[in-house]
């Protein structure tokens, strides 16, 4: 059985991946973009491709740790009416009565933690993780504190760069890790994502019974492929995601979901790309 998260969705979405000897597909989409409905049907036929883990961003207005185009997913969910947090709660309740995958709520700290929303999804049982990309370290194991009573994983970050006495900090009480392959904004597309299995094999040595998930730059089935055959336990994909999503081109959406799922199969030996 796999072992050290807190909340039973993650562990059952975790334990199914590993008994068919594949990575969890981790997508990215900005909660009502580009509209609410809309936003809700994309949502479950990405499930229904190959989405295992909907990690759901939550509106913000100074989304500044992200590339410009999931800046724009932000503007278009606000302008949509996701600004009010009754509808935004709404929409949660809708999305969670319909889904069955786990969901991680990612948004910033003024937005989810300021605002106290996280303890609002967190009681009323809308996510299974927090993604919070802004808070300190100090910040995420408090905020951890809180939500293990709810049997909620705090998702924390780790990039290359750090030495290891941060990495081992950082992996200190962990469950999730978020491993960035590259320094900046999401959704840069010159970025070069190179080294996965040696990051990989590092924060396996401080973390080796938590989930680690690798994203920032897996914009292709590729690249999808690429990470989850340096060893992470789930790959994540935002801004191709939310690109499809700006345009509306639905079916080259779910196509490329499921194209990144068959990259998830561990045996699977094809790069095939987009």
């Given at each position: 059985?796999?072992?050290?998260?807190?909340?039973?969705?993650?562990?059952?979405?975790?334990?199914?991946?590993?008994e068919?000897?594949?990575?969890?597909?981790?997508?990215?989409?900005?909660?009502?973009?580009?509209?609410?409905?809309?936003?809700?049907?994309?949502?479950?036929?990405?499930?229904?491709?190959?989405?295992?883990?909907?990690?759901?961003?939550?509106?913000?207005?100074?989304?500044?740790?992200?590339?410009?185009?999931?800046?724009?997913?932000?503007?278009?969910?606000?302008?949509?009416?996701?600004?009010?947090?009754?509808?935004?709660?709404?929409?949660?309740?809708?999305?969670?009565?319909?889904?069955?995958?786990p969901?991680?709520?990612?948004?910033?700290?003024?937005?989810?933690?300021?605002?106290?929303?996280?303890?609002?999804?967190?009681r009323?049982q809308?996510?299974?993780?927090?993604?919070?990309?802004?808070?300190?370290?100090?910040?995420?194991?408090?905020?951890?504190?809180?939500?293990?009573?709810?049997?909620?994983?705090?998702?924390?970050?780790?990039?290359?760069?750090?030495?290891?006495?941060?990495?081992?900090?950082?992996?200190?009480?962990?469950?999730?890790?978020?491993?960035?392959?590259?320094?900046?904004?999401?959704?840069?597309?010159?970025?070069?994502?190179?080294?996965?299995?040696?990051l990989?094999?590092?924060?396996?040595?401080?973390?080796?019974?938590?989930?680690?998930?690798?994203?920032?730059?897996?914009?292709?089935?590729?690249?999808?492929?690429?990470?989850?055959?340096?060893?992470?336990?789930?790959?994540?994909?935002?801004?191709?995601?939310?690109?499809?999503?700006?345009?509306?081109?639905?079916?080259?959406?779910?196509?490329?979901?499921?194209?990144?799922?068959?990259?998830?199969?561990?045996?699977?030996?094809?790069?095939?790309?987009?």
């Amino acid at each position: 059985m796999t072992r050290g998260l807190l909340n039973d969705r993650n562990r059952e979405a975790w334990q199914a991946a590993k008994e068919k000897d594949e990575a969890l597909l981790v997508g990215y989409l900005v909660a009502g973009d580009p509209a609410r409905e809309a936003s809700l049907s994309m949502v479950r036929e990405s499930v229904e491709a190959g989405i295992d883990v909907v990690e759901l961003g939550v509106p913000g207005r100074r989304p500044e740790m992200d590339g410009p185009i999931i800046q724009r997913a932000h503007k278009r969910a606000l302008d949509g009416g996701m600004s009010d947090e009754e509808e935004l709660l709404a929409y949660w309740r809708a999305i969670r009565q319909q889904v069955a995958v786990p969901f991680w709520a990612m948004g910033y700290k003024s937005d989810v933690v300021g605002s106290g929303l996280y303890k609002k999804l967190i009681r009323e049982q809308l996510v299974d993780a927090l993604v919070l990309p802004d808070c300190t370290l100090e910040e995420q194991v408090a905020i951890q504190q809180y939500t293990a009573d709810f049997g909620v994983d705090i998702v924390r970050f780790i990039n290359s760069a750090m030495d290891e006495e941060t990495m081992k900090r950082v992996c200190d009480g962990a469950t999730i890790i978020y491993a960035q392959s590259y320094a900046g904004t999401t959704g840069d597309p010159l970025a070069n994502v190179s080294d996965l299995s040696q990051l990989c094999s590092r924060i396996r040595h401080y973390l080796p019974e938590g989930m680690i998930v690798s994203g920032f730059g897996l914009r292709t089935p590729k690249l999808v492929g690429e990470a989850v055959r340096s060893g992470f336990d789930g790959a994540v994909v935002g801004s191709a995601l939310v690109a499809r999503c700006e345009n509306q081109e639905n079916d080259y959406l779910y196509r490329m979901v499921a194209e990144m799922k068959m990259q998830t199969v561990r045996s699977n030996r094809e790069e095939e790309s987009l």
